[in-house]
């Protein structure tokens, strides 16, 4: 499957992010970057602690510094890991992915170089919607 320049910058960048994750418990290497609608990109990894509950995963990590530096709108996200196929986001990723991008596109690469591209949607169809939460906490408050 081919794909942009941007694509392969994202990608690029994932696979960097991926050689400093911390997964001293697991050996299980991930690496995510994620595209914001302004271009910016923002890498995270996989961080492992000895209370395995409180690890957190690449995508989170890319996520959150992106939020940090105030790019709220995300456009796409990269995930490389080593296993076939294509790791794709865990469950509390996807939902998270989903806050800030819900029609952002994925980009699911193994060390092998195979690529899996699809939208966030297709892994996440039935989202937790964002704006249906401020309703329900605004119509409980009498807002």
Same mark, same amino acid.
């Given at each position: ?6 694509? $392969? ?18 050996? +299980? ?12 990109? +923002?890498?995270?990894? #996989? ?10 995963? @690449? $995508?989170?990590?890319?996520? +959150? %510094? ?14 490389? @890991? ?27 690469? #193994? ?9 966030? %949607? ?5 989202? +937790? $919607? ?7 906490? %605004?119509?409980?408050?009498? @807002?």
């Amino acid at each position: 499957m081919s794909h942009d320049a941007q694509d $392969e910058a994202l990608l690029a960048a994932a696979r960097a992010a991926r050689q400093r994750a911390f997964a001293p418990y697991s050996g +299980f290497l991930v690496g995510a970057a994620v595209r914001a609608a302004d271009g910016r990109v +923002f890498t995270g990894c #996989n961080v492992e602690v000895a209370s395995y509950s409180l690890t957190c995963c @690449a $995508e989170r990590v890319a996520v +959150f %510094k992106a939020v940090s530096e105030g790019a709220t709108e995300l456009v796409a996200c990269a995930v490389v @890991a080593d296993m076939s196929p294509p790791a794709s986001p865990c469950g509390a990723c996807r939902q998270v992915l989903y806050d800030f991008g819900a029609d952002m596109s994925l980009l699911l690469e #193994n060390v092998q170089g195979e690529l899996r591209r699809l939208p966030l %949607k297709l892994l996440l169809p039935d989202a +937790f $919607e964002p704006a249906q939460v401020l309703q329900a906490v %605004k119509a409980h408050h009498g @807002a």
